[in-house]
């Protein structure tokens, strides 16, 4: 008897032997880093939005153009000019062509040019935030995945550990009938409890593929491929309520995202308020045109030469449209501060409920970590007593529901306490580590 209850204790607690590879947590996490579809995504995102931060974009640079036209004809010509020459012809061919290269630089434009490199900067900023966004999304998810998969194989190795209770119970239940002194409704009994217990272990397997297929699908990797995780829940001490507050004016992704995003409309509104100012640009060009024509009063003509000058213009009056637009930026940048401060509630509010929820998990994992050891020793006792032919099948089946119970009850605790740390670490920026996830990501 001792022998089968070392046996259920080493089933439960340690990771079952497969064939199958072993995934442990930091090589789902590097995975996913490297080869997840929306990390991906957003990762060209952002550097899409480096790209387009450039000062030629913002319109700070000159711009040149070539040009060239030429072209070739045949005319009928009939000419008579005031000297009383005349010219009648038929297929006169002609032959002209003009090229150029065209400078021109905007000098000034009500500063407009600057609060759009400004906008530019905060955009490229925000990209970047809106990949770590990604990457924290997907790291909790992965997260939640992965320890889902260890959930499900310690539920497995509970029903396992309980279905040989209950084929010890049917081998007592055998030798008691077999002896004169049991019942065949204990056997029976005791069978029936075994196949109920094989067909929850047959839908837990259901639900661990699930889980292990959704994980595949966060990590890219080929679905319906076999593995393992490493059957175990590593938990994570947290900080103080005080300092997670603190942590979240510091490092929330959320709200440095809204604050990005006032800052955006602010330099959206100076680009317009630049229309109430003139615009200055310098213009320069060096042109070569040639002409050429068998017959008429101009044979031959080409010019080259260098220009240069300025533009000038100052719009005065537009309907007021100007100031109507100014009107709808500066109240689009108040609409954004409005949803900086509404965002900064609901962080510090999912933070106090997370918070809350695990130490509540924390006490509960507590409480069942010392109700599967009373739930085990309970039902060796029970055990033993139904062997020894003390007890009697109504407290030992008893014993074992309770057993089992505490089993479910316990894997479901870890779960509920592992699933609050993620969101709380998301929440303060500690669930992404800069440097660890810049050497990770894909090229």
């Known amino acids: 008897m001792r022998k089968l209850f070392s046996y259920l204790i080493l089933l439960f607690s340690l990771p079952a032997a497969a064939q199958e590879p072993v995934y442990t947590y930091q090589q789902v996490i590097a995975t996913a880093l ?53 010219v009648d012809q038929k297929g006169v061919k002609s032959s002209n062509i003009t090229s150029g290269a065209y400078l021109s630089w905007t000098v000034f434009d009500g500063l407009k040019m600057f609060a759009t490199k400004e906008r530019l900067n905060l955009l490229e900023q925000q990209g970047q935030l809106s990949l770590r966004l990604q990457i924290e999304n997907t790291l909790e998810e992965v997260t939640l995945y992965y320890y889902q998969v260890v959930k499900q194989q310690q539920l497995i190795k509970g029903i396992l550990a309980a279905m040989g209770v209950s084929d010890e119970r049917i081998k007592i239940a055998e030798r008691k009938l077999a002896l004169g002194s049991g019942s065949n409704v204990e056997v029976l009994q005791a069978k029936l409890d075994l196949n109920a217990q094989r067909s929850d272990l047959v839908t837990q397997k259901y639900l661990l593929n699930e889980f292990k297929n959704g994980l595949l699908v966060l990590i890219k990797e080929e ?15 947290l900080a103080s309520m005080e300092s997670i507050r603190q942590r979240i004016e510091q490092s929330n992704t959320s709200l440095q995202i809204a604050q990005k995003n006032t800052l955006i409309y602010e330099q959206n509104t100076k680009e317009l308020q630049s229309q109430y100012f003139p615009r200055l640009g310098l213009t320069s060009s060096y042109l070569f045109s040639r002409s050429a024509n068998a017959a008429g009063f101009s044979l031959f003509t080409q010019n080259l030469g260098f220009n240069y000058g300025f533009t000038f213009s100052w719009n005065i009056f537009n309907g007021l449209n100007t100031r109507n637009q100014v009107r709808v930026a500066k109240l689009q940048t108040q609409n954004s501060v409005f949803e900086a401060e509404r965002a900064r509630y609901t962080v510090f509010s999912a933070a106090h409920s997370a918070y809350v929820r695990w ?15 009373l ?5 060796k006792i029970t055990t033993e ?4 032919g003390l007890g009697n099948f109504l407290e030992t089946k008893e014993s074992q529901s309770s057993y089992e119970a505490a089993i479910t009850r316990l894997v479901n605790a870890r779960y509920n306490l592992k699933q609050s740390e993620p969101a709380l670490r998301k929440l303060t920026g500690e669930l992404i580590r800069e440097n660890y996830v810049i050497g990770q990501l894909g090229n």
């Open 34 to 86: 490297k080869n997840n579809f929306d990390i991906r995504l957003a990762q060209n995102n952002a550097v899409i939005t480096g790209i387009q931060n450039t000062a030629g974009n913002a319109g700070m640079l000159p711009k040149l153009d070539l040009n060239a036209v030429g072209g070739k004809s045949a005319n009928d010509i009939r000419q008579n000019f005031s000297s009383g020459l005349s």
């Open 223 to 237: 679905p319906g491929s076999n593995y393992r995780v490493d059957s175990l829940f590593a938990f994570e001490p």
């Open 359 to 373: 130490l509540g998990d924390s006490e509960i994992l507590e409480i069942e970590e010392g109700n599967i050891l």
């Open 375 to 379: 739930a085990e020793q309970s039902l």
């Open 385 to 388: 007593r139904l062997r020894l």
